[in-house]
């Protein structure tokens, strides 16, 4: 069995990654599990130097294959804010909550045909020795006036599709794994990652 490190400690986040990335002989492991693995400052200027130097540096330190990524809200009336700064957009170490009311304020008088925006999602494998890969995948949408639902995590209250005009806290979390940003991402990293422990001969092929 091959573990890989999957470098989050956000719960909601690792179950998404869990329910797409399913590949025989492969085990994922969360930073929960590895208290003594050092944090790493997410100080890049794009979500793709975060997570490569996120996969890159947990990677060297607990000699695992490590799958990170950094992802974000990009708000077009706000010039693609929050971007790489959604986590910590209303302070350091602000709530979902608190995130969620500043960009509400912000976007308080802005009308609905400039409200678009776009959750997007970086992902990073690495290996001790470098960087293996990267993916991307985004999801386009608007944001809503209001919270709206109760699933789901981050922004997801405020964040609607133009296909059905539902929030990502308004679907189940099994439709959510098969159209966010995230599960873009992964669909493209769980094809890769499989290719490359086959040509590494770790896996048997199917």
Do not use: W
């Not at 690792?14 to 797409?20: D, P, S, T, Y």
């Not at 330190?61 to 986590?87: C, H, N, R, W």
């Not at 960087?131 to 609607?160: N, S, V």
């Amino acid at each position: 069995m091959i573990e890989v490190l999957v470098a989050t400690k956000n719960k909601g986040k690792l179950a998404e990654i869990k329910g797409i990335v399913s590949i025989s002989g492969v085990k994922l492991v969360s930073l929960l599990s590895l208290p003594e693995a050092p944090s790493v400052v997410e100080d890049g200027d794009t979500f793709e130097e975060n997570a490569t130097k996120k996969a890159l540096t947990l990677a060297q330190q607990t000699q695992m294959y490590t799958l990170a990524d950094d992802s974000g809200l990009e708000v077009e009336a706000l010039d693609g804010k929050p971007g790489i700064f959604s986590a910590r957009f209303a302070r350091d170490g602000a709530t979902d909550f608190e995130n969620n009311q500043k960009l509400l304020e912000l976007m308080e008088n802005v009308p609905k045909h400039k409200r678009g925006a776009r959750f997007r999602c970086v992902l990073a494998f690495a290996s001790p020795e470098g960087i293996i890969f990267t993916t991307e995948g985004t999801c386009q949408g608007y944001i809503t006036k209001r919270r709206i639902g109760e699933y789901g995590f981050g922004y997801d209250p405020l964040f609607a599709r133009y296909e059905d005009h539902k929030t990502f806290a308004e679907i189940d979390s099994s439709v959510k794994c098969r159209i966010s940003h995230r599960a873009k991402a992964l669909e493209k990293a769980s094809i890769h990652i499989e290719s490359y422990f086959i040509r590494q001969s770790l896996l048997k092929s199917k």
